[in-house]
């Protein structure tokens, strides 16, 4: 069974950083597109960022050049660091393997709070 353990949030000023992370048991980690995911207020859960076994990034626009996705194999980890954060970054994030779409539980997340 495959299964998410978000961490790493907290309140902080809109400007700051924070750098959620994610523990994935269940999968061969190292060759698993992994997701972030966000779910703001009265929004549906959106895409974030990506991250390939081999390192290729993707973003959302609206994080692009703020946030920056990575992964650690050894680990079993993926982190989203988040810079210069807005109060529209508010929500809860959440990590998924990007293979796994039907059926999928997710985590309980870690909520991101940006205060203005």
């Given at each position: 069974q495959v299964q998410t353990v978000e961490s790493g949030g907290g309140l902080v000023q809109a400007g700051g950083?924070?750098?959620?992370?994610?523990?994935?048991?269940?999968i061969i980690f190292s060759i698993n597109v992994m997701d972030w995911y966000r779910q703001s207020p009265g929004?549906?859960?959106?895409l974030v960022a990506s991250i390939t076994g081999r390192g290729k990034l993707t973003y959302a626009d609206s994080v692009k050049g703020?946030?920056?996705?990575s992964r650690d194999n050894a680990k079993n980890t993926v982190y989203l660091q988040m810079n210069n954060l807005k109060p529209e970054d508010t929500g809860v994030y959440y990590c998924k393997p990007a293979a796994?779409?039907?059926?999928w539980i997710w985590?309980?997340?870690?909520?991101?709070t940006v205060s203005s």
């Open positions: 950083s924070l750098r959620v992370s994610c523990t994935v048991s269940g929004k549906q859960r959106e703020r946030f920056t996705i796994i779409v039907g059926g985590g309980q997340g870690t909520q991101v």
